[in-house]
């Protein structure tokens, strides 16, 4: 090889040099883009909480608490403002608060840092952000079970919840993420999500509705705001409730969720290749709803994919490396940005230790993905079906393998942007 000076020069390397990867064609999958336009999302979620009977139950110079999370919620910084600015106009006292449970490295430092990150800080606001670790006990379920709150939280005079409704990555149930999992873990910091998670996620579909009824019978919540977006992480939906209608609302908006979500429209794939993962992105790092590849043993994914290779991590997941154990190959860069104080707590929490667990890796991107093909099993090496997507949450522009191009070419949910040709890997072996 002429580059092969300039490469990674080991075992690895040699025995993945008798790999030829097929070419790759470039092509666009048909979603659904209705959402809401970005400079509309502010009157969009005003108009909603006007409708929607909390501004009654904001009592002049009472403070109001309004949780705000870790993930990567489209339009998080405006819409939080856009609450506040409600919750003022109404007389109330608004101050935000991190509501992550263990994430941000289990300490409120940490997540005040992400949601720096998302722009949500004091001088955007005009508000307080007051993060804290420390949790009330604010009642027990009828199994005894204990209920955690952020002290900060209990302490106002009104919580406002608000959180995005999605399909869940490690259990299946009537409310998956959304307000009630805002409520019982995100609101519990890192003291309550561990007490939620101590048996898994097996139950937690159950739970959620048990531990979020003690919350709203014992706290000061007066009511929450839903978001829901499309497949390109853009918001296409916000729905204000009071705290009485959280139980009926929020599983018809999870419903509403899971008909927008992305989705890779191929099936028995050989290799996957994933350009970055984060907590950014999902909570394990790239979707299990999207890769079929959970890190629990109780859902069965229905989409078959023998080996996934990732890449590299996104800026915004901190090191948090969550979810590269359900990868089968990934890179020494990916490795080396590794934060284990970033990604740990939120593991321990969750009590799922196979998710940050690091594959076999190598020096290059090239190396990584012809090791992640030359492993397959009973395939049709001479026509390999691959596919790469830079990430779970960007799933219009994907690349596909020559071996599925007719199957491309008879999906009317798909169209061919590029014909087939290489990966375009440049001098050290990388695509970028």
């Not at 007389?91 to 998302?118: N, R």
């Not at 890779?264 to 290749?273: G, H, K, R, T």
């Not at 490795?335 to 196979?354: E, R, Y």
Request: aromatic share 6%; glycine share 8%.
């Amino acid at each position: 090889m002429a580059l092969e000076s300039k490469r990674e020069n080991n075992v690895v390397a040699r025995l993945a040099q008798t790999v030829n990867l097929p070419k790759m064609l470039k092509v666009k999958q048909l979603l659904d883009h209705s959402h809401i336009p970005a400079k509309e999302v502010a009157s969009a979620v005003h108009e909603e909480l006007s409708a929607s009977g909390i501004r009654k139950r904001i009592a002049p110079g009472k403070t109001v608490a309004i949780t705000c999370g870790s993930r990567g919620v489209a339009n998080i910084a405006v819409i939080t403002k856009a609450i506040v600015d409600f919750v003022r106009e109404c007389g109330g006292e608004p101050f935000v608060f991190p509501a992550m449970g263990s994430h941000g490295g289990a300490s409120a430092e940490g997540q005040k840092q992400i949601l720096t990150g998302y722009g949500v800080t004091e001088e955007f606001l005009g508000c307080p952000i007051k993060a804290g670790m420390e949790v009330d006990q604010i009642g027990t379920t009828k199994d005894g079970m204990p209920v955690f709150m952020d002290r900060y939280a209990h302490q106002a005079d009104a919580v406002i919840l608000c959180g995005r409704v999605k399909a869940h990555t490690a259990f299946r149930g009537p409310y998956e993420s959304g307000i009630l999992k805002m409520a019982v873990i995100g609101m519990g910091k890192q003291h309550g999500a561990e007490t939620v998670h101590r048996d898994g996620f097996y139950e937690l579909g159950k739970m959620l509705p048990v531990i979020g009824k003690v919350i709203l019978d014992n706290a000061n919540v007066i009511g929450a705001l839903a978001l829901v977006e499309n497949a390109f992480d853009q918001t296409c939906r916000v729905e204000a409730m009071t705290a009485e209608e959280i139980f009926e609302r929020e599983p018809k908006l999870l419903e509403y969720a899971k008909e927008r979500m992305g989705r890779i429209y191929f099936d028995n794939i050989d290799v996957l290749v994933v350009d970055r993962i984060g907590k950014d992105i999902s909570g394990d790092g790239m979707d299990p709803n999207i890769t079929g590849r959970f890190a629990v043993p109780y859902i069965d994914g229905k989409k078959k994919i023998q080996h996934i290779a990732v890449l590299d991590l996104t800026e915004d997941t901190h090191g948090n490396c969550n979810g590269l154990g359900l990868a089968d190959v990934t890179t020494r860069r990916l490795v080396d940005k590794i934060d284990v104080d970033c990604t740990f707590p939120n593991v321990v929490t969750s009590t799922v230790l196979c998710t940050p667990k690091i594959p076999l890796f190598t020096h290059t991107d090239e190396t990584c993905i012809q090791i992640a093909l030359r492993t397959c099993n009973y395939i049709d090496r001479e026509h390999p079906r691959m596919v790469r997507i830079q990430d779970t949450m960007n799933l219009e522009e994907i690349y596909i393998s020559e071996a599925m191009a007719e199957e491309a070419k008879k999906n009317p949910q798909i169209e061919i942007l590029e014909e087939a040709k290489g990966w375009g890997f440049n001098e050290e072996g990388n695509l970028w």
